[in-house]
């Protein structure tokens, strides 16, 4: 017997005995998906300086390629979110091609409305009309990009805001920014959704033209039933509810996605789980209470101390675990307990299934996708790190693929992350 199995098996037993369809589990895990950011690979750090690592990959090409070691290990990434202009080339067949040879697909891309000195004062949202317009026309070709890379998203995150009262006009602003993303939804194909991001700060400090869930949400429903919100974990303020934002959100069906990372402080951007893993099961409680269909899950991640790509299969390691727990909550004990009105009931049945050590239920399924039982150690044993920073330090970048290094030098933007 395995290492893998003889952990599986009492495990898989004792959920048999206590009435869990333990092959309707597997099943569930084995579908399961995330999609990587092609950002989370690359250079990145914070304001104060960025600590370049040995083999991080120069263009998206070679961040594809980091991405499909991720998926190798996890069985779980098979998309690739993608952000322009830090991911273009000059031939886009040839990144779908890429993706295809890698066995991934193109995740949601996302418009950079950020970093071009022109949108100092904003981009939606400026008060030049001039601007408003360049910033519509990069969208726009965000919209072909996707459709020529067949992704079926874009995901906007805005930075617009204002730092001082009385900077702009707030209405005016809200004005310019619906119609800046009515202009935008309107060049959709019907395959493409549109995500819409929202967060409280940073980089503008004092009014985020897109600032929580509320204004997100109004601004989907004014445009149309494929426009949804994406939660960001990093941003929201200090011990808001985000499970509670999520039930609403899938209740209105507007529940677009997610950009999963954990924060302790602010937009932290750490590896899933790491700082409160509780919260993640607890959103996770929330998305398999329903019809059982997931949003699209995509990891937003800046690492700046930690190897990329470890970090990287952790947290979808992680989001495996917490996935694997809420399909273990007793649903029918807790309608009951609730109904009952048993306060503590309720909430023990949550923390059962938290407490779940189901890590080798997750080995077991990853295997049989042809993955790693412990993609960490795996991924450790296989060198791959290493070999990278030896064959990319060797070899020459390719031509044609912007540097996957973000273009703005430090300290300017480096903090700033979506
Ligand atoms: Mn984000």
């Given amino acids: 017997m395995t290492d893998t199995q003889s952990a599986y098996q009492p495990l898989a037993r004792r959920l048999a005995d206590s009435g869990h369809d333990v092959a309707a589990i597997e099943r569930a895990l084995a579908a399961f998906a995330v999609e990587t950011p092609s950002w989370g690979y690359g250079d990145s750090g914070t304001r104060f300086g960025v600590f370049p690592q040995p083999g991080r990959p120069r263009d998206v090409f070679e961040k594809i390629a980091d991405a499909a070691e991720v998926h190798r290990l996890t069985g779980t990434a098979p998309a690739v979110a993608l952000h ?68 079926t998203a874009q995901s906007l995150w805005l930075a617009d805001g204002t730092n001082y009262a009385g900077q702009d006009d707030l209405g005016a602003r809200r004005d310019r920014l619906q119609a800046g993303v009515a202009a935008y939804y309107g060049a959709l194909p019907s395959e493409q959704e549109l995500l819409v991001e929202y967060k409280f700060f940073e980089p503008a400090f004092y009014a985020t033209d897109i600032g929580d869930w509320g204004s997100a949400l109004l601004l989907c429903q004014g445009l149309g039933e494929r426009a949804r ?149 795996e991924l450790r044993a296989s060198g791959y790190a290493e070999r990278m920073a030896r064959e990319r330090a060797a070899a020459p970048a390719r031509p044609g693929a912007a540097s996957a290094k973000r273009p703005t030098p430090a300290p300017a933007g480096l903090g700033v992350t979506e």
Wanted: charged share 25%; proline share 4%.
């Fill in 229 to 377: 919100v994406l939660v960001d974990l990093g941003h929201h303020a200090q011990g808001v509810n985000v499970e509670q934002i999520v039930s609403i959100l899938a209740r209105e069906d507007r529940l677009g996605g997610f950009h999963f990372n954990n924060r302790k402080y602010a937009d932290d951007d750490l590896i899933v789980g790491s700082v409160n893993p509780l919260e993640l099961f607890l959103i996770f409680a929330e998305l398999s209470a329903g019809s059982g269909s997931l949003p699209r899950l995509t990891i937003d991640q800046s690492h700046n101390i930690e190897a990329k790509v470890e970090a990287m299969v952790l947290s979808v390691v992680n989001l495996q675990e917490s996935y694997a727990k809420s399909l273990l909550i007793d649903r029918a004990s807790l309608a009951q307990a609730q109904g009952d009105g048993d306060v503590l009931r309720g909430h023990e049945l949550l923390l059962d299934a938290y407490n779940t050590d189901v890590r080798p239920l997750c080995a077991k399924v990853r295997e049989e996708l042809g993955a790693a039982a412990d993609p960490v150690a």
């Fill in 84 to 151: 322009f202009p830090w991911d273009a080339v000059d031939d886009l067949d040839e990144l779908t091609d890429q993706l295809a040879e890698a066995g991934l697909r193109a995740g949601a891309v996302n418009p950079n409305l950020f970093q071009d000195p022109d949108y100092k004062l904003g981009s939606l949202t400026n008060p030049d009309g001039g601007i408003r317009r360049k910033a519509i026309e990069h969208v726009l070709e965000c919209v072909r990009i996707a459709t020529a890379l067949g992704s």
